[in-house]
């Protein structure tokens, strides 16, 4: 098994606990863990699958077709919770507040 197959493998079960804890009402869906965890399987499946159909060609797959994987990893990185990563940010590294703070308001914009 490959390196990134047993981190796939490890993001997912996390996830999956992370879940359970939801159904169990041990968490929130809003918790700083389940919003980094989503964010970090997000990330990763994004950018794996952007990345994997740029680099890999296949014989019987048309570019169209790699097309819309890659795009279905920019669709992944679109759906990040980034409003809840920066509160997340801004409540445990205040350090970064002068960087944080613009970010908040491109938030209240949308």
């Known amino acids: 098994m490959k390196g ?5 493998i490890f993001i997912k079960l996390f996830i999956v606990f992370q879940i359970l804890a939801i ?6 869906k809003n918790s700083d ?3 980094l965890s989503d964010t970090v399987f997000k990330l990763s499946a994004g950018f ?5 159909f740029l680099i890999h060609s296949f014989p019987g797959l048309e570019f169209e077709d790699t097309l819309i994987l890659r795009f279905s990893g920019v669709i992944i ?3 990040i919770d980034y409003s809840g990563l920066i509160n997340i940010i801004a409540k445990r590294t205040p350090w970064l507040s002068p960087v944080v703070k613009p970010l908040e308001k491109l938030e ?3």
């Open 4 to 8: 990134y197959q047993i981190y796939f």
């Open 23 to 28: 159904y169990m009402k041990k968490h929130t």
């Open 33 to 35: 863990i389940y919003i």
């Open 48 to 52: 794996y699958l952007i990345l994997f």
């Open 77 to 79: 990185l679109f759906d």
């Open 108 to 110: 209240t914009i949308k």
